[in-house]
T-cell receptor, first 111, second 114 residues
Framework: IAGITQAPTSQILAAGRRMTLRCTQD?????MYWYRQDLGLGLRLIHY???????GKGEVPDGYSVSRANTDDFPLTLASAVPSQTSVYFC??????????FGSGTRLTVV | GENVEQHPSTLSVQEGDSAVIKCTYS??????FPWYKQELGKRPQLIID?????GEKKDQRIAVTLNKTAKHFSLHITETQPEDSAVYFC?????????????FGKGTMLLVSP
């Protein structure tokens, strides 16, 4: 079934640890995105990638890094997690930057 | 950059009533305005969108209106049903710039009571 797969579904992480959230799509979409969702703050863009090999910063990029080695994968890395990074993380992709398809999300708790 | 304001943050209606959610945007270059519905514990899903070359678009019980001069757009849901209960997000982007990112409003929690 075509779509976006995120892993893990949920994770409890000790502060200071490194963590990579995985995102894979099989729709051959050029653009991919990472958003975080916090109650009362909506969906805020962390990083994006318009095509393989390129990335850009969104509204809240600090503490996060991404890479786009190929079309299908767009991992998000927290180098040293802090409690304020507790959130639900959604990966999304689009073909042409318009209609987004979202993954099912990763619920991350940093303690 | 773009800033999208969404109101109200919560909205309670009785089944069968209409619901209206309003958004304003700041960037006059924005020309694409989608609405996403997110049920509890699920991913956001596109329910309707509108581009700047039209003022209104309908899809069954859902409609979206756009006023480019005032830079605001609204979601209208008629004959609401309990299954309409969810969080709704508006968003805006400039689709003419090739690849562009969506800026989302903070969301409206809609509760439809039977």
């Amino acid at each position: 079934i075509a779509g976006i797969t995120q892993a893990p579904t949920s994770q409890i992480l000790a502060a200071g640890r490194r963590m990579t959230l995985r995102c894979t799509q099989d729709m051959r979409h050029n653009a991919m995105y990472w958003y975080r969702q916090d109650l009362g703050l909506g969906l805020r863009l962390i990083h994006y990638s318009n095509t393989a090999g390129t990335t850009g910063k969104g509204e809240v990029p600090d503490g996060y890094s991404v890479s786009r080695a190929n079309t299908d994968d767009f991992p998000l890395t927290l180098a040293s997690a802090v409690p304020s990074q507790t959130s639900v993380y959604f990966c999304a992709s689009s073909d042409g930057g318009i209609i987004y398809t979202f993954g099912s999300g990763t619920r991350l708790t940093v303690v | 950059g773009e800033n999208v304001e969404q109101h109200p943050s919560t909205l309670s209606v009785q089944e069968g009533d209409s619901a209206v959610i309003k958004c304003t945007y700041s960037d006059s270059a924005s020309n694409y305005f989608p609405w996403y519905k997110q049920e509890l514990g699920k991913r956001p899903q596109l329910i309707i969108d509108i581009r700047s070359n039209v003022g209104e678009k309908k899809d069954q019980r859902i409609a979206v209106t756009l006023n480019k001069t005032a830079k605001h757009f609204s979601l209208h849901i008629t004959e609401t049903q309990p299954e309409d209960s969810a969080v709704y997000f508006c968003a805006a982007s400039n689709s003419d710039s090739g690849y562009s990112t969506l800026t989302f409003g903070k969301g409206t929690m809609l509760l439809v009571s039977p």
